[in-house]
């Protein structure tokens, strides 16, 4: 590539029957690139620092790189760097190459691309910033295409190229001739340049963008046609299934029984690794039939002398004490308490591994396979260039599958075992042994007098997040980039401080993490900090508003810093009748939110008659995300944040007792049923304004507090610790 000249927008095309076009902005042409205003760059005050930002200009070396085939058959094929995992990504992407191409959706196929190392910090999936890091790029590389077609068409018909346009998968002539996509697709890979401007649509020209769309999978699931990683007919690989500690991080010493167990019907394989011992067998039914006859003596986990009272008491202890006297001045004081949470995705951890001594392959659903691979390669004792990562379509992640525990896994027992393999977490080993979002302590403090908010302080402390899975290293590249007290940050905090803000002017307004290093397994759950923060947050605007006799939603609308933010609240209120009369028992609650260059109001009405069993009987969503690419999308995705929270604002959520979570399954995991779903949910997108802002965490913060203040109402309480119901109705598995 480097031959071809550093500083050049390199198109690359291969003549065949298809168009390739694939676009590459060398490193050293983005300096005056950002000169020039075409990479973003984050803002310099620390406040108005967004996440988003930080991993686009991160990723901006590499954005360009991108594939697009137009096929002879006239089908375009999309190669996405990206993850699906349920959240519409291929959809919406889908739905920006057919705008620019002016082709029917159904003709534009997304193939989500192999981990490719080249791309550095431009594969990961996650923090709300793929439609925002990949809205320019995608346009302009379908740009380039259409430009090609038209000018392999003007050659063909010895016309201007200026003189002919697109549509429906057509070149048309002025004099009414027509060639399609595919029979133009070998002539426009044969050129290696254009004078056909390669410029993407103006935004007011869209037809397709913006408008709702089915998904483009939506009948593959529902048929049961999609394939997830454990459908994939790979030859030779066997079921593998791992008998893990009966703590976190426990270790094998022993296995008392393996020469019994290797004698099992069916058992082909037992292998020790560092998270078990996993078990290769004919069919999975006797992998898990012979894990648990495994007789093991365990090692010591990391956390087995705690509980949750005893974890309550660390994050407690570890919080500052607040910094704004708590005498001589009128004040609201608050503490919370949010327990561990599992991410529960549909599709427990799974991987497919083909590991030969020269080379291997991988098959799972990864949302950094950059440093999965890489990851893999060390493990296996492999050049990276000797392991292809596939990237599978998954059901769910929810931050879940920033890890990749299953293929790094699968990898091990495959090579150890000189077989393919497919090994599948059971839905115990995933609530108990997956990912989860970190427990966390909160106070909060705010002063007022003479109808003003003086102060706000927020003290979070919290267990500590993993961040090893590629952010924290998108976020050390742009160091330099970030305001004083802002670079010099560790991941987590770089991650808090550009994520988490108020929305209101309140004030002198801090908010500080403090990160308690328990060596647990963490990671982001969706919104990471801001379901609790923001949660909290909320909960503590409506008590400030009742301290000075104000209406919830007239005293968020006072401090709100923004018209935007206020139209947003003001549809949700309007279309939600805030303030109409309820049963006794029953009550509305109201909760605000912005991230990500998004922000969206949540109003829900809960039933808490019975305050045992509260439930959330109607909500009203409006978000205002810049410019939606899928209003269908974004819907699906509010709908989704505002069950996450009243999953785990209601019942949802682990205990831990003496280094394991307690919860097995989803009978135990209270995740919220379609009983405790409201009927009755209106979700308003506001018109497009701006560039696209992030989406798939937006929604759970306000909702958050919006049940909570709904329940505080309903039930004259003042509820601190969350889930609110957080009983142990239920039988626990055995550990072992």
Known sequence: MTSLGRRRLLTYL????????????????????????????????????????????????????????????????????????????????????????????????????????????????????????????????????????????????????????????????????????????????????????????????????????????????????????????????????????????????????????????????????GSGIAVVAETFGQARDAKEALDVTWGAGTVDALSDADIKAKLKAANAPLAVPGVLVKRVDAEFDFAFASHAPLETNSAVADVRPDRAEIWSGLKSPIVAQAAIAKAVGLPVDKVTVHVVQSGGSFGRRLFFDAAL????????????????????????????????????????????????????????????????????????????????ASFAQTLFLTTVKSPYNFGLTTQVLTEVPLKMHTGSWRSVYSGNTRGAEEIVVDELAAQLGKDPVAFRRAFLKTARQREVLDKVTHEGNWGRSLPEGWAQGVGFHEEYKSCTACLVEIDARDPKKPRVTRAVIAADVGRPINPSGLEAQLLGGLTDAISTTLRAGLHIDKGLPMEGSYSQFHYARQKDSPKDVKIFVMPASDEPGGAGELGVPAAVGAIANAYARATGTKPRSFPVNFDIDFDPFPRT
Not at 171 to 200: C, E, K, M
């Open 409 to 488: 896994e699968a990898a091990v027992v495959s090579k150890k075992s000189g077989r393919p393999v497919r090994l599948m977490w059971s839905r115990i080993d995933d609530m108990r042994h997956g990912r989860m979002r970190p427990a966390t302590h909160h106070k909060i403090r705010a002063t007022y007098a003479l109808g003003q908010v003086l102060t706000f302080e927020h003290r979070v402390a919290a267990v500590e997040t993993d961040f090893r899975h590629g952010l924290g290293d998108m976020l050390t590249a742009t160091a330099a980039s970030l305001p004083t007290g802002v670079g010099n």
């Open 14 to 273: 291969v003549a065949a029957p298809t168009l390739a076009v694939a676009t590459k902005i060398s490193l050293d042409a983005l300096a005056p690139a950002i000169a020039e205003g075409a990479v973003p760059t984050p803002p310099a005050p620390a406040d108005l620092v967004d996440l988003g930002d930080l991993l686009i200009l991160a990723g901006a070396p590499t954005a360009e790189m991108l594939v697009l085939r137009v096929q002879e058959d006239g089908v375009i094929e999309f190669r996405l760097p990206r993850e699906e995992v349920g959240q519409g990504l291929t959809t919406a992407v889908a739905m920006l190459v057919a705008e620019e191409l002016d082709v029917p959706l159904p003709r534009v196929r997304v193939r989500l691309d192999d981990a490719r190392p080249e791309l550095v910090f431009n594969q990961l999936t996650g923090s709300s910033n793929s439609i925002r890091s990949l809205y320019d790029p995608v346009r302009r590389t379908a740009a380039a295409a259409r430009a090609r077609l038209l000018a392999a068409a003007a050659e063909r018909w010895g016309v201007i190229a200026g003189s002919l346009i697109v549509r429906e998968g057509l070149v048309i002539a002025p004099d009414g001739r027509t060639a399609s996509y595919g029979s133009l697709a070998a002539a426009a890979a044969s050129f290696s340049r254009t004078t056909v401007p390669i410029a993407p649509k103006k935004e007011s020209e869209h037809t397709l963008v913006g408008t709702p769309a089915t998904r483009i999978d939506a009948r593959a699931m529902v048929t049961g046609r999609q394939e997830y990683t454990l459908d994939l007919d790979v030859p030779g690989a066997k079921p593998c299934m791992v008998r893990r500690p009966p703590t976190i991080n426990g270790t094998v010493k022993l296995v008392n029984n393996e020469s019994a167990v290797r004698a099992m019907p069916g058992v082909l394989d037992v292998v020790i690794i």
